[in-house]
């Protein structure tokens, strides 16, 4: 059976979880500094220069994901068996400057690759290692601790190796698409 499509996943039910509204609320305080900015390779590499390993945001995100596996509501929905699940955390609103946040969490030692697809808008990804030595594939390369970020019109696969992640995501606008195929054309900027 094909694993659902996040744009149609059902929402997690955030009333239940306090340290999920906590993690939302510190999800817009990061939302209003990069708002403006545009995904892309120079945007990745701000992100791991600015907001890599030690920068609070990127602890605090590291803190909350690793929570919420253990409570239950950060990636539940399995979509191929234990090793590849998804929650879809919110949906986008004014609240999170119309930004949506997904978690997939991902775990296999040899590449593992999930559902193929394009971001309109571009995707902000963080890479919350759960194994130290895991890494999430972006448009730029193999990324352990830090961040992706494929700029707008990209397609891919999400793909892991070396153990267990969690690639915490955001979509501008929420826009994720399933059309695309491996080699169809990229933009001219990744
Ligand atoms: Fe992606």
Known sequence: MEPTKVGVAPL?????????????????EFFD??????????????????YGP???????????IRAGLGEGWAATAELDGPKYRRSRIVAPSAETHFISITTVYMDSQEEYRGQYHAHP???INCVVQIDESAELKGMQGWQGAGWTCPGPGTHH????RGGALVALFFLPAGRISYAAKPGDPQPHCL
């Open 157 to 160: 696969y999400p793909e892991v």
């Open 121 to 123: 808008y571009g995707e």
């Open 54 to 64: 030690g920068n609070p945001y990127y602890e605090d995100f590291c803190k909350f």
């Open 12 to 28: 997690l039910d955030l009333s239940k979880y306090p340290q999920a509204q906590a993690f939302v609320a510190r999800c817009c």
């Open 33 to 50: 500094e990069v708002k403006d900015l545009t995904p892309g390779a120079p945007l990745e590499a701000r992100l791991n220069r600015d």
